[in-house]
């Protein structure tokens, strides 16, 4: 096991700058999640890692040593691939023992080392089959199963879960956590879906346009989000943003509603953000114009609007209310979140 | 007023004439559609076919219906040291044709893999001795082999001074063998590359990062990766190559008429010789129906032996 640092790194397709610095570090035996939307990076800078793409400038270190110019095989890291690249035309047992095949190591090693790891994942019983006739999470398993058997210092997952469906997300996302949990190996997993990022991480990399926007334990980032973009990206349903600006008795929104301000807010806030789950109904709230009620049955999402403000509200509440009937609404003044207009750079609150 | 009256329209619950409906009809339209290929197969596969089979068992000759002679043509062929002669010269020549244009072939395929500047018109340049008619190559290859004129025995000679004498290419037996096979070499080439380059570029790259991954060499990379995953490809264009080899008339005929001294003859040329200005036409299709067996060995060869695989099948063989 090992800890990973990725100083200053940048990476340039000729003229295209791809990452603009990034710096990033990780402790040894930690989950880290890279995530961001599509295109901002993330695939790119795990590639570098991985040793796949090389690197314009700056320098990653895995352990102690500076891999810059290290060759991939001799990183000592194992990579789960998005499309899980299982070789089509070996067994399963094949794919697992491949990387000690090509290292000749003796039947007995391979028997027992892939044994090890069939017997973690469940695949005994698939030894002998073919990529082609394994589902879509078997597959995904021993994808897992070719990169534990390397007993790496470092495993590399690029989106390994957005080819399977819903269900079967949940179900490998735990077991990938589990996983984690057992062999103690410094990971980093890159994806774009925050509930995967937020569910699994034990630190969260949050990218975007080829830079680190912020990164933290998943609860600071969903708690204190360091700018509007972190804001917008982790939660669901998303913060809502309402633009506008300090004024008499509240924050004045465009909209021409009046949000009330907490006592510590200072500085000129441009934008006023409000977690749908952190508004409450309450008697003595603002009155909000419903337009959408989305009954999820743990909890009810509505789309109220004040002035011309919409605003997504998540009620653990029953809601009875009707598009077109008004319900009166109330932020939880200690959970509000206020950002710069300009810079969208959290005030500190 | 302002709600209109609704226009009273019912649609025309139309009969569709009795043409529309004779082709709606399964099975005249399956015959219908069927009619011309199936016609063009009887007429210039079937019947040819059939028509050589039969003659091999007669003792036709030109100008003359020949009589029933069972096999006695092919006992004839038997003793016929020149017959034998042609077997030997078709195996020998498709064997290394084969070998070369596949290992040659496989090579420029993976060099077209490779990002390369100006690649697909590397590619259209590459498939040009294959777009050429066969006998135009064959008569540059001609003057390339032109015991005067040639143009290596000039670089070798003239310019190079490597040699004291011009090559005298086709002017004896085993040269003459080697020459054609080098220009058969050269016209099948293309055909092979840009099949397996087809087939290179299904194989999905990240396969090759996880082998990097793995820790292999660029060799252990063909070896395990490139090579099994070609094979099924493989194994169809060497079927196609050796029967197009095997039964190759045109190159040998326009460059050495099957001399010298019947040294180059296939059983191709051979059959015509016989056959045509022989005016044995008996004979010659006896010559001819007995490459069949060669062919249908080589086809169940590649076909049984390289193209079925276990993986490339789905569900249900465990």
């Given at each position: ?236 349903p998303?913060?809502n943003l309402v633009k506008g ?5 509240g924050f004045q929104a465009e909209g021409g509603a009046v949000f009330p ?11 006023y953000?409000i977690?749908p789950?952190?508004i409450q109904l309450r008697e003595d709230g603002m009155p909000a114009t419903v337009v959408l009620v989305e009954p999820?049955?743990?909890?009810t999402q509505v789309i109220a609007r004040i002035g011309d403000t919409p605003l997504t509200c998540a009620f653990?509440e029953r809601v009875t209310a009707r598009p077109g009937e008004t319900i009166r609404i109330m932020p ?18 | ?318």
């Amino acid at each position: 096991m090992a800890s990973v640092e990725i100083r200053n790194v940048r990476k340039a397709f000729g003229p295209v700058q791809v990452l603009h610095g990034v710096n990033v570090d990780i402790a040894d035996g930690e989950f880290v999640v890279l995530v961001g939307p599509s295109g901002c990076g993330k695939s790119t800078l795990l590639r570098m890692l991985a040793g796949l793409e090389n690197i314009t400038s700056g320098e990653i270190a895995i352990g102690p040593r500076v891999v810059n110019n290290v060759p991939p095989k001799d990183r000592d890291i194992a990579m789960v691939f998005q499309n899980y690249a299982l070789y089509p035309h070996m067994t399963v047992f094949d794919n697992m023992a491949f990387s000690m095949k090509l290292a000749k190591a003796p039947r007995e090693v391979m028997e027992q080392e892939v044994g090890r790891a069939a017997k973690i994942l469940g695949l005994e019983a698939l030894l002998q089959r073919y990529p082609r006739q394994l589902s879509g999470g078997q597959r995904q398993r021993v994808a897992m199963g070719r990169a534990i058997v390397r007993n790496p210092q470092v495993f590399l997952f690029d989106e390994p879960l957005s080819n399977l469906d819903a269900k079967l997300r949940v179900q490998m996302r735990a077991e990938i956590k589990e996983l984690h949990q057992r062999l103690r190996v410094t990971t980093v997993y890159v994806t774009h879906d925050q509930i995967e990022a937020m569910t699994m991480a034990d630190k969260i990399v949050v990218m975007n346009g080829g830079h680190v926007e912020q990164a933290g334990p998943p609860l600071e980032l969903y708690d204190r989000p360091a700018n509007l973009f972190v804001a917008g990206f982790i939660g669901s349903p998303a913060m809502n943003l309402v633009k506008g600006g300090m004024g008499e008795g509240g924050f004045q929104a465009e909209g021409g509603a009046v949000f009330p301000l907490p006592q510590s807010a200072r500085g000129e806030a441009g934008i006023y953000g409000i977690r749908p789950e952190h508004i409450q109904l309450r008697e003595d709230g603002m009155p909000a114009t419903v337009v959408l009620v989305e009954p999820t049955g743990s909890e009810t999402q509505v789309i109220a609007r004040i002035g011309d403000t919409p605003l997504t509200c998540a009620f653990r509440e029953r809601v009875t209310a009707r598009p077109g009937e008004t319900i009166r609404i109330m932020p939880e003044m200690d959970l509000v979140h206020l950002f710069e207009s300009g810079s969208g750079r959290r005030l500190a609150a | 007023m302002s709600a209109t009256t609704a226009l009273a329209w019912n649609r025309p619950n139309q009969q569709p004439n009795w043409l529309v409906r004779l082709f709606d009809w399964k099975p005249f339209l399956a015959f219908a559609c069927l009619l011309p290929a199936a016609g063009l197969l009887l007429v210039f596969l079937t019947y040819p076919l059939g028509l050589g089979i039969w003659l091999a068992f007669t003792d036709t000759t030109i100008g003359r219906s020949g009589y029933w002679v069972g096999l006695e043509n092919f006992q004839y062929l038997l003793e016929d040291p020149l017959w034998w002669n042609a077997v030997f010269y078709s195996v020998f020549y498709t064997g290394i044709a084969t070998i070369g244009k596949f290992a040659l072939g496989l090579w420029l395929a993976l060099l077209l893999n490779n990002h390369l500047p100006f690649k697909s018109l590397l590619r259209a340049i590459i498939l040009l001795p294959w777009i050429v008619p066969t006998v135009l190559s064959a008569i540059a290859f001609w003057w390339i082999y032109d015991p005067q004129f040639s143009i290596i025995s000039f670089l070798l000679v003239e310019k190079l001074g490597l040699l004291n004498n011009n090559i005298d290419f086709l002017g004896s037996a085993w040269p003459a063998r080697f020459s054609l096979i080098a220009a058969n070499i050269w016209r099948g080439i293309p055909f092979v590359a840009i099949s397996l380059l087809a087939g290179l570029q299904t194989i999905s790259p990240s396969l090759y990062e996880a082998a990097l991954l793995d820790g292999s060499t660029a060799w252990q990379r063909f070896r395990f990766i490139t090579f099994p995953m070609l094979l099924p490809i493989l194994a169809i264009v060497m079927t196609f190559s050796i029967i197009f080899t095997f039964t190759d008339f045109q190159l040998v005929y326009a460059i050495t008429r099957g001399g010298p001294v019947n040294s180059t003859h296939l059983l191709a040329t051979l059959a015509f010789q016989r056959g045509i200005p022989g005016g044995q036409l008996g004979e010659g299709a006896a010559i001819a129906v007995s490459m069949i067996p060669f062919l249908v060995f080589a086809t169940l060869f590649s076909y049984f032996g390289l193209a079925r695989r276990k993986w490339q099948q789905g569900e249900g063989n465990d």
